[in-house]
């Protein structure tokens, strides 16, 4: 069996990556669709491996699993690679009647041989990069990541999804400060993450029209609304504002009775 590489089998290794990453989220394409910068159209056709998707997508998708993007983004380099491996040459040709030569063409040294050293030099070494990338994330190649930095910090953060900027990511820091769990209703509660110096309410076992919102001293009032059933399934997270955990407010607005339900931190 032939052992396929280049830019074209990278690009379906790719592919199945992002697939396991999308199912881990547990998101529909509808909703991963409003949580990045893509489209349902686009990321249809980024998971099923007949598109490569922007370099900073992978990077939206890996904030919104909680992976470490670098094993992601080789397997893009990789599948962006213009071109790939030389083919190899064709195969000899039937043997039959040869023309005569002078002799001293047949004397002359044939170079076909470093051409095809070349050739199989770059499909091996390509192969190799391949298989070095798609290693499970416990080997040894991942055992000296690079140093995860935040997306934005404090100001910076306001209107900002907190997945994609690295805030609420394993290892961050991000706690809640203040929440409010009825025995029947929608639950929210309010997060603060130290790694990005910034705040966000999140809702969940709410119903299509619920809302919920959250202020901080001098960054204004930032909110999200449940609008289908995929947000209504899983919880549903305002955009940043800076600072925090202390000023913060958060209300929680009931789509079908206007009623108001408020936290402070």
Known sequence: MTRRSGPEHGLLVLARE?????????LSLDALARRTTASRSSWHRYLNGTLLPPRALVQELCALADEPPGRLLALWDLAAEPGGPPPPPPPPSEPGPRPSRPVRDRARPRLRRPVLTTVLAGGLALAAVLAAVSLPRDSASDSRPEPLRP????AECTGRSSQPQACAIAGSGTRTV????????PSMDIRYSPFCEASWARIWFGRVGDRVEISAPGQGTRWTEIK????????????MVGGGPEGLKACLILGDTAERHCLTS
Do not use: Q
């Not at 997306?151 to 404090?154: D, L, N, S, V, Y």
């Open 228 to 239: 289908d059933r995929f947000d209504a399934e899983g919880y549903l997270s305002t955009p």
């Open 18 to 26: 992002l697939a396991v990453l999308r199912a881990r989220t547990g």
């Open 151 to 154: 997306g934005c910090t404090g």
């Open 178 to 185: 203040a929440e409010r769990r009825p025995e029947r209703g």
